[in-house]
């Protein structure tokens, strides 16, 4: 699942808004889009339960337990301030370059202000998650159908200012190229 309300919305999107700090607030998906917590698009009778009731009669307001973690959640509500599916979808990049030990970095957008925000998500049978001072790594990791073969290395904020910030001459963007190879059984 996503917490997304009340996060840095640099920390989603690497977009700056100047002094101090803009949060991500409760209506992240407009309600008009009709699209659920839980990444669905909602039926006509699910949207008008939605609006008309603030407590949730029957199945609208029985709560759940997802294999996936171990947070219980309703069925199906709106602007909760949380996002979450029940897809096993990973990352093909590891966010931490091995050989240095540094995170890696998908966009710059000035000499001293790098992050990841481009990602490449595939799904797998199963995995266990981790988390670590709000780093995530995957353990355990068992790939169904999709294998992942080999992926393009990236850089880390040190080495990226090393060859002249981005965009540059070697990559005319402010996003670095992101590449990945699969093996469909």
Same mark, same amino acid.
């Given at each position: 699942?996503?917490?997304?309300?009340?996060?840095?919305?640099?920390?989603?999107?690497?977009?700056?808004?100047?002094?101090?700090?803009?949060?991500?607030?409760?209506?992240?998906?407009?309600?008009?889009?009709?699209?659920?917590?839980?990444?669905?698009?909602?039926?006509?009778?699910?949207?008008?339960?939605?609006?008309?009731?603030?407590?949730?009669?029957?199945?609208?307001?029985?709560?759940?337990? @997802?294999?996936?973690?171990? $947070?219980?959640?309703?069925? !199906?509500?709106?602007?909760?301030?949380? +996002?979450?599916?029940?897809?096993? %979808?990973?990352?093909?990049?590891?966010?931490?370059?091995?050989?240095?030990?540094?995170?890696?970095?998908?966009?710059?957008?000035?000499?001293?202000?790098?992050?990841?925000?481009?990602?490449?998500?595939?799904?797998?049978?199963?995995?266990?998650?981790? @988390?670590?001072?709000?780093? $995530?790594?995957?353990?355990? !990791?068992?790939?169904?159908?999709?294998? +992942?073969?080999?992926?393009?290395? %990236?850089?880390?904020?040190?080495?990226?200012?090393?060859?002249?910030?981005?965009?540059?001459?070697?990559?005319?963007?402010?996003?670095?190229?992101?590449?990945?190879?699969?093996?469909?059984?």
């Amino acid at each position: 699942y996503l917490r997304y309300h009340g996060l840095p919305i640099e920390g989603i999107s690497a977009q700056r808004y100047g002094k101090g700090r803009k949060l991500l607030d409760m209506g992240l998906i407009p309600s008009n889009l009709t699209i659920s917590d839980q990444c669905h698009y909602l039926e006509e009778q699910h949207v008008k339960m939605l609006r008309e009731s603030p407590v949730l009669e029957g199945q609208f307001h029985t709560y759940h337990s @997802s294999p996936y973690h171990h $947070f219980h959640f309703p069925q !199906v509500s709106q602007n909760s301030g949380f +996002l979450w599916h029940k897809f096993h %979808l990973i990352s093909a990049y590891k966010h931490f370059i091995e050989r240095t030990g540094e995170p890696e970095v998908t966009t710059q957008t000035n000499p001293f202000d790098s992050s990841v925000v481009d990602y490449v998500f595939y799904t797998v049978d199963g995995r266990e998650s981790k @988390s670590r001072r709000g780093n $995530f790594s995957n353990r355990n !990791v068992q790939e169904g159908r999709i294998k +992942l073969l080999g992926r393009l290395g %990236l850089l880390s904020q040190g080495e990226i200012s090393s060859v002249g910030n981005l965009p540059n001459f070697q990559n005319p963007s402010d996003h670095m190229p992101l590449m990945v190879k699969f093996l469909l059984t």
